[in-house]
């Protein structure tokens, strides 16, 4: 008889496949996050109030399309699997909807009929963007969890994806900084910003192609189940579970957190390091892409060591103590430090927190018979991604209150510590906050009643994989 560890371990070629699919995904995703905000305020010069009101009518979306995408993808059944036809709809769709972001129509940004076209350019394509965004990232996120029951395979898989999302993330930090010009007037990018649009649309396509077509789902879960449940009893059943309840918050911690640092990177290079040079303005990048790569391994040794939950709290430590100090630092080597503390710690907490929502789901499946991998997700994210709302319309929010000059200029003291408030300090208090919530989540990797679960998990997959042949056999 297979022991647990044989029966629930990942291929090594799917894993790849999540790597590739990474790169694809994040090839927007990345450019979405560090970019969209630099080219709407700097190139197309939209005024930061309708910046800040689309994103916050987005909010209305959010709360609608990700608990119905997880709900549906929970009660697909097809030959291919649950996941799949998800996977395969949204991998073209997404390239599309991306390249629509970076070619609004250019206007003289001084009428108001203009700003009005921006904002409902920008709001159109958010839309459509975050749908198919929403789409892959539930699916990959429930593939994860369905392929092994195993905390150290799950890390092990979405360390895979987060490898290649980290690949494709340097490349549209590096592209850029490589291409565009900070100089007077910074409107002088739009080709550049436009050119990259399509590359990454395009190998983003590919690349998310060759997860999305090629990778196996688990047979146990892709017949019909006896039972279900309805749309609002699913998202009421699922409000309930306490540890829900505290991922949730914590998670809309991290929201925060990346959309805000992310978004600023661009311009605390530009306008507070003040680099101008093109091969210069990459280290910082370098040096948090390979805190990255440290962290990734030392996450996963922490994770085995104490467990999810604690794991996250003590590299989360590491990441406070950066962001808060690189506040208050404007010279390049210190920041270049802070940067690779903070990567360190950053990388492991959001490597290991899908985790916990694994397990939760774990022990949903104990109580309910069901696998529920899209409603948690999507309901998680129904309280989440409101958070990438709150960053764009607060970060843009800090910079009018500090005087940021959108035509390219240099930026004030001020404007230049707005900016260093919405890279450091604001993310350290939220961090902080999320940090003490999830001291209350009641899973802990590190208890026998953990594993003990796991067990139960084990047998109960068992049963549902002998029911699968059976059926099969039936037919």
Not at 55 to 61: D, H, K, N, S
Not at 278 to 306: D, E, H, R, T, W
């Amino acid at each position: 008889m297979s022991s647990i560890e044989e029966k629930f371990k990942v291929e090594r070629s799917t894993k790849i496949k999540f790597a590739v699919g990474g790169i694809g995904f994040n090839l927007s995703a990345g450019m979405f996050a560090a970019w969209l905000m630099n080219f709407y305020i700097r190139v197309v010069e939209i005024d930061f109030f309708f910046w800040g009101l689309a994103w916050i009518l987005y909010i209305v979306w959010n709360a609608i399309n990700d608990p119905l995408i997880g709900y549906f993808g929970d009660r697909t059944r097809t030959r291919i699997g649950r996941r799949k036809p998800w996977l395969i709809i949204a991998t073209p769709a997404i390239s599309l909807s991306f390249f629509l972001m970076f070619f609004p129509p250019i206007l003289d940004p001084s009428l108001m009929i203009s700003q009005w076209i921006y904002f409902f350019w920008l709001l159109i394509s958010l839309l459509l963007y975050d749908t198919f965004y929403t789409i892959i990232g539930i699916m990959q996120m429930a593939l994860v969890t369905e392929l092994s029951i195993l905390p150290e395979e799950r890390a092990s898989t979405g360390l895979f994806w987060a490898i290649g999302t980290l690949f494709g993330q340097v490349i549209t930090f590096i592209l850029p900084f490589l291409l565009i010009v900070n100089e007077d007037p910074y409107s002088q990018n739009l080709a550049v910003f436009q050119f990259l649009a399509i590359i990454f649309a395009v190998i983003g396509f590919i690349s998310l192609a060759g997860m999305s077509f090629w990778i196996r789902e688990k047979k146990e879960f892709m017949h019909t189940e006896t039972e279900r449940m309805k749309f609002f009893e699913s998202i009421k059943y699922t409000l309930k579970n306490k540890g829900f309840i505290i991922y949730t918050i914590f998670g809309f911690m991290l929201g925060y957190i990346s959309s805000a640092i992310y978004s600023q990177v661009s311009f605390y290079v530009q306008d507070v390091l003040n680099i101008t040079d093109s091969i210069l303005s990459q280290l910082p990048i370098f040096v948090f892409i390979l805190a990255n790569l440290i962290g990734y391994p030392i996450s996963l040794y922490f994770n085995k060591k104490f467990g999810g939950k604690k794991a996250i709290i003590y590299l989360s430590f590491i990441a406070i103590g950066g962001l808060i100090i690189l506040t208050f630092i404007s010279d390049f080597l210190g920041s270049n430090i802070l940067l690779f503390i903070i990567g360190i710690g950053y990388s492991g907490v959001f490597l290991l927190t899908p985790i916990l929502m694994a397990d939760l789901v774990d022990e949903d499946e104990l109580k309910t018979g069901l696998r529920r991998e899209g409603a948690y997700f999507g309901s998680t994210a129904l309280f989440t991604k409101p958070a990438q709302s709150l960053a764009a319309a607060f970060t843009g929010f800090v910079l009018f209150l500090t005087g940021y000059n959108q035509s390219g200029a240099i930026q004030t003291t001020f404007a230049q510590f707005g900016i260093k408030l919405n890279i450091g300090l604001i993310p350290a208090i939220f961090l902080i906050a999320g940090m003490l919530i999830l001291l209350k989540f009641p899973l802990d990797g590190s208890t026998v009643e953990y594993k003990e679960m796991k067990k139960r998990i084990e047998k109960l997959h068992d049963e549902k994989l002998e029911s699968f042949l059976r059926l099969n056999i039936e037919e």
